[in-house]
C-alpha cells in the first residue's frame, strides 16, 4: 500500500526566487506531511517560473518560455532538495525546455528521494502547442523504476493516444502519471476519458493532476480547468464505475491535493483473476479488426 498525491494546482503569480521557492516547499511538504510518498503536479506547473520575468516578458508566449530557461537548472536543483528532505517521489509538472537543436520540448522529470531519476518528454503536441507556441515532439518512451513500483509518465493529451499506455503497460508499469493542462471543461474530460480507458484497457491505474485557476499575466496559462483523480480498471476489488479517487471540485480558488492510498498489487491481480482480461486480449483484437 503506498499513499499518493495528485495535485489540483492553482496557477499563481510569484514575482521572485524565494516566493517561488518557499510555495513549491511549503506545497510539498502539506501532502508529504500527510504521509504521501509520490507526489504529482499537473502540465506545465513549471511554467509559473516566468512569474518572476518582467510583465511585458512574462506576458508574450515565446518571450516567456526564452525567459525562464536560466532558471531551469536552479529548479531543478531547488526539486532535488525537496525530494531528498521529504523522502519523497516528486514529478513536479512539465515546462517547455530548449534542447540543443533549438527546438523547445514539454518536459517532465521525476526525482526521488536519491535524485533526479530521468524525464519524459510530451509526444503528441496539441494544436495550440504546435501552431501557437512552436514546441516540438518528445521522443520515445521511459519506465522508471522505483521503490513503489514501475511508474510511467503521460503528458496530457499523450494519455488520449492507445499505443502509448499500452507500451508502458507491456513494459510493467503498473500507474502511469497523468499530469495535465487544460483550459476548457471539454479538454479536461477529453484527458480524464483518455486516462480512464487506458486504465481500463490495459488493466493498471493512472493518476491526474491538473492545472486550475485564472491567471491573466500568462498567456499560456491564462484559464486552467481540472479536476484531480486516480482511474482504474472497474473489476474485481475496485470501484464499478472505476474512479478510485477524485477530487471534490472542479476547479478551486487554491491549490488542493487529492492524497489518496493505494495497491498496486490490487491491479496486479485484476489482471490475473479479473471478470475479463483485456489486457491480455489485446492481440486477439487486431486480429479481429482486419477488413475480410
Same mark, same amino acid.
Given at each position: 500500500?503506498?499513499?499518493? @498525491? !495528485?495535485? =489540483?494546482? $492553482?496557477?499563481? *503569480?510569484?514575482?521572485?526566487?524565494? &516566493?517561488?521557492?518557499?510555495?513549491?516547499?511549503? /506545497?510539498?511538504?502539506? @501532502? !508529504?506531511? =500527510?504521509? $504521501?510518498?509520490? *507526489?504529482?503536479?499537473?502540465?506545465? &506547473?513549471?511554467?509559473?517560473?516566468?512569474?518572476? /520575468?518582467?510583465?511585458?516578458?512574462?506576458?508574450?508566449?515565446?518571450?516567456?518560455?526564452?525567459?525562464?530557461?536560466?532558471?531551469?537548472?536552479?529548479?531543478?536543483?531547488?526539486?532535488?532538495?525537496?525530494?531528498?528532505?521529504?523522502?519523497?517521489?516528486?514529478?513536479?509538472?512539465?515546462?517547455?525546455?530548449?534542447?540543443?537543436?533549438?527546438?523547445?520540448?514539454?518536459?517532465?522529470?521525476?526525482?526521488?528521494?536519491?535524485?533526479?531519476?530521468?524525464?519524459?518528454?510530451?509526444?503528441?503536441?496539441?494544436?495550440?502547442?504546435?501552431?501557437?507556441?512552436?514546441?516540438?515532439?518528445?521522443?520515445?518512451?521511459?519506465?522508471?523504476?522505483?521503490?513503489?513500483?514501475?511508474?510511467?509518465?503521460?503528458?496530457?493529451?499523450?494519455?488520449?493516444?492507445?499505443?502509448?499506455?499500452?507500451?508502458?503497460?507491456?513494459?510493467?508499469?503498473?500507474?502511469?502519471?497523468?499530469?495535465?493542462?487544460?483550459?476548457?471543461?471539454?479538454?479536461?474530460?477529453?484527458?480524464?476519458?483518455?486516462?480512464?480507458?487506458?486504465?481500463?484497457?490495459?488493466?493498471?491505474?493512472?493518476?491526474?493532476?491538473?492545472?486550475?485557476?485564472?491567471?491573466?499575466?500568462?498567456?499560456?496559462?491564462?484559464?486552467?480547468?481540472?479536476?484531480?483523480?486516480?482511474?482504474?480498471?472497474?473489476?474485481?476489488?475496485?470501484?464499478?464505475?472505476?474512479?478510485?479517487?477524485?477530487?471534490?471540485?472542479?476547479?478551486?480558488?487554491?491549490?488542493?491535493?487529492?492524497?489518496?492510498?493505494?495497491?498496486?498489487?490490487?491491479?496486479?491481480?485484476?489482471?490475473?483473476?479479473?471478470?475479463?482480461?483485456?489486457?491480455?486480449?489485446?492481440?486477439?483484437?487486431?486480429?479481429?479488426?482486419?477488413?475480410?
Amino acid at each position: 500500500m503506498i499513499r499518493i @498525491a !495528485a495535485c =489540483q494546482y $492553482a496557477i499563481e *503569480l510569484h514575482e521572485s526566487w524565494a &516566493a517561488y521557492a518557499e510555495h513549491l516547499e511549503t /506545497l510539498c511538504a502539506e @501532502a !508529504a506531511g =500527510q504521509g $504521501a510518498r509520490l *507526489l504529482v503536479l499537473p502540465e506545465y &506547473a513549471g511554467l509559473v517560473l516566468a512569474g518572476q /520575468l518582467a510583465p511585458e516578458e512574462r506576458g508574450d508566449l515565446q518571450a516567456s518560455i526564452a525567459g525562464i530557461q536560466p532558471l531551469l537548472q536552479d529548479w531543478r536543483t531547488l526539486c532535488i532538495g525537496i525530494a531528498a528532505r521529504l523522502g519523497v517521489y516528486l514529478q513536479p509538472g512539465s515546462l517547455p525546455v530548449r534542447d540543443a537543436d533549438g527546438m523547445y520540448r514539454n518536459r517532465a522529470w521525476l526525482f526521488g528521494p536519491g535524485g533526479e531519476l530521468g524525464h519524459q518528454d510530451k509526444l503528441i503536441m496539441t494544436r495550440f502547442e504546435r501552431e501557437q507556441w512552436g514546441i516540438a515532439a518528445g521522443q520515445g518512451l521511459k519506465v522508471f523504476d522505483t521503490s513503489l513500483g514501475r511508474l510511467g509518465i503521460l503528458i496530457c493529451y499523450d494519455n488520449e493516444f492507445p499505443l502509448l499506455a499500452r507500451t508502458l503497460a507491456a513494459s510493467g508499469v503498473d500507474l502511469i502519471l497523468a499530469p495535465s493542462c487544460t483550459d476548457t471543461e471539454a479538454g479536461y474530460h477529453r484527458v480524464r476519458i483518455g486516462a480512464q480507458a487506458r486504465a481500463l484497457e490495459n488493466q493498471i491505474a493512472v493518476l491526474q493532476a491538473p492545472t486550475v485557476g485564472l491567471a491573466p499575466w500568462s498567456p499560456a496559462l491564462d484559464e486552467n480547468i481540472g479536476r484531480a483523480g486516480l482511474y482504474v480498471p472497474p473489476d474485481h476489488g475496485m470501484p464499478s464505475n472505476g474512479v478510485f479517487a477524485e477530487s471534490a471540485e472542479l476547479c478551486p480558488a487554491a491549490s488542493q491535493w487529492l492524497i489518496c492510498d493505494f495497491d498496486l498489487e490490487a491491479v496486479r491481480r485484476v489482471r490475473a483473476e479479473g471478470q475479463v482480461f483485456t489486457r491480455r486480449d489485446w492481440p486477439e483484437q487486431f486480429e479481429k479488426a482486419r477488413l475480410c
